[in-house]
């Protein structure tokens, strides 16, 4: 079994900081993309974030320059420094990542419960 636990979500007021935590734990073998995502009232979840496993990085456009994340293999953790932070960025965040489990010869995919991010104007 794998699971991702997320932390560091929070109500910050517009133009705050926030640092998110998502470790993920297991008879993990290997991780491979990690990622955050985010879901507002109303709306679809939405890519935010990701980090591949040689730390190649992709941004949505609507966080580029205010958002960074990073990811610590030794611990099986990535995080989301999230700075300037907006009212739109207001959501649930979702942690994500491909984990190949000790034994088995596939990837799985696999989302942690979310944290929620609330930014007051």
């Known amino acids: 079994q794998v699971r991702l636990v997320e932390s560091g979500g929070g109500l910050v007021q517009a133009g705050g900081s926030l640092k998110l935590s998502c470790a993920a734990s297991?008879?993990?073998?290997?991780?491979?993309?990690m990622g955050w995502y985010r879901q507002a009232p109303g709306k679809q979840r939405e890519l935010v974030a990701s980090?591949?496993?040689?730390?190649?990085?992709h941004y949505a456009d609507s966080v580029k320059g205010r958002f960074a994340i990073s990811r610590d293999n030794a611990k099986n953790t990535v995080y989301l420094q999230m700075n300037s932070l907006l009212p739109e960025d207001t959501a649930v965040y979702y942690c994500?990542?491909?984990?190949?489990?000790?034994?088995?010869?596939?990837?799985?995919?696999?989302w942690g419960q979310g944290t929620q991010v609330t930014v007051s104007s």
């Open positions: 980090i591949a496993s040689g730390g190649e990085t």
């Open positions: 994500n990542a491909d984990v190949m489990r000790r034994y088995f010869s596939t990837w799985g995919n696999y």
């Open positions: 297991g008879i993990i073998s290997s991780i491979n993309a």
